[in-house]
């Protein structure tokens, strides 16, 4: 089962987590191989890092609504997308034109020419009017323009630069588990927030910089393979760790998706009725398919007619649907 755990370390201002994403993830890789759009490896790797840094700052940030981690690139993959709601739920898609080749890291398959770039948007809940959501962009280099090869390096990168946050990212994913490790120092006025800044420390606490090289020597392997006591214990056996419950089950991290066939149907009254009745024209039947879950929306004559028809309950030129 999917699991997030928490942790600190008593009297440090260092706060950390794990996750790891078991099922959830499975289902996703499942999903899109059964509407036979399997991503290539390294892409389904760089989407089960995404999924599971998605979760972790998530959580670290506490924020009510949507974390929306967005990498746009220049080269096979155009875009990959990670979407986690406040109570975990998440979905991930991407957008792969061309060939990627094996073990491709992030520049080979975003960043080609320099261009990729990395959003982190805050998309609240309830909006007041006019609210737009928040959001961060980085580029995919590091402070001397080298091209970052992990997405762990550009969201630690990220962290540092928009929040002023010092954060140790350790990612992992294979078709079977998706699992980080996040070590952060927290800002000293205690209230784990993006709002509260301590820049004078940046870089420079030596008990962060402690529990982070720890934190460093956990491989791949073993992120991937340990269960989180081993993993906690391996690493930090000497230090003052304090635990949580772990979030698990409905209250841990899991995969679900917010589309629906009203929401199709909205976007196809958008598009206005000419439109789509020149796709039943030629093909018979509109066909939606879900780029996060794979499923498909169909429409026929009769659905969209009834789509354009306001219902008799409702009053004149108001919207059929909601
Ligand atoms: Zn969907």
Redesign the pocket.
């Known amino acids: 089962m999917s699991e997030l755990h928490k942790f600190i370390f008593e009297g440090l201002p260092v706060r950390g987590m794990l996750v790891r994403l078991t099922d959830s993830w499975r289902e996703v890789l499942q999903r899109r191989a059964a509407a036979n759009d399997a991503f290539p490896e390294p892409v389904r790797v760089l989407l089960g890092e995404m999924a599971a840094a998605g979760a972790l700052m998530q959580s670290s940030i506490k924020f009510d609504g949507a974390l929306v981690l967005q990498v746009y690139g220049d080269g096979p993959v155009k875009l990959a997308v990670v979407e986690v709601q406040s109570d975990l739920a998440f979905?991930v898609t991407a957008k792969v034109v061309g060939n990627v080749v094996p073990h491709a890291q992030v520049e080979a398959m975003l960043n080609v020419h320099g261009q990729g770039r990395c959003a982190i948007t805050l998309d609240p809940k309830t909006k007041f009017p006019g609210q737009t959501p928040y959001q961060g962009v980085v580029s995919l280099h590091g402070d001397h323009r080298e091209p970052l090869q992990k997405i762990s390096e550009v969201l630690e990168h990220y962290m540092l630069q928009s929040e002023q946050l010092d954060t140790c990212l350790i990612l992992a994913a294979n078709d079977e588990t998706a699992a980080g490790l996040l070590i952060q120092r927290v800002p000293v006025e205690g209230a784990a927030n993006l709002g509260r800044r301590n820049e004078d420390e940046i870089g420079l606490n030596e008990d962060y910089k402690r529990l982070a090289m720890l934190a460093s020597t956990l491989t791949r392997d073993e992120l991937l393979t340990l269960d989180a006591d081993t993993v906690l214990r391996r690493l930090f056996w000497e230090e003052p760790l304090r635990r949580f419950p772990p979030q698990t089950g409905e209250d841990g991290p899991r995969f679900a998706?917010?589309?629906s066939r009203e929401r199709v149907g909205r976007m196809l009254m958008g598009l206005g009725r000419p439109e789509v009745d020149d796709i039943i024209v030629e093909q018979g039947r509109v066909e939606i398919g879900?780029?996060?879950?794979?499923?498909k929306y169909h429409f026929d004559a009769v659905d969209v007619g009834e789509l354009f028809t306001p219902t008799p309950q409702q009053a004149p030129g108001s919207t059929a649907i909601n």
Do not use: K
């Open positions: 979905r998706c917010s589309c879900c780029d996060f879950c794979g499923i």
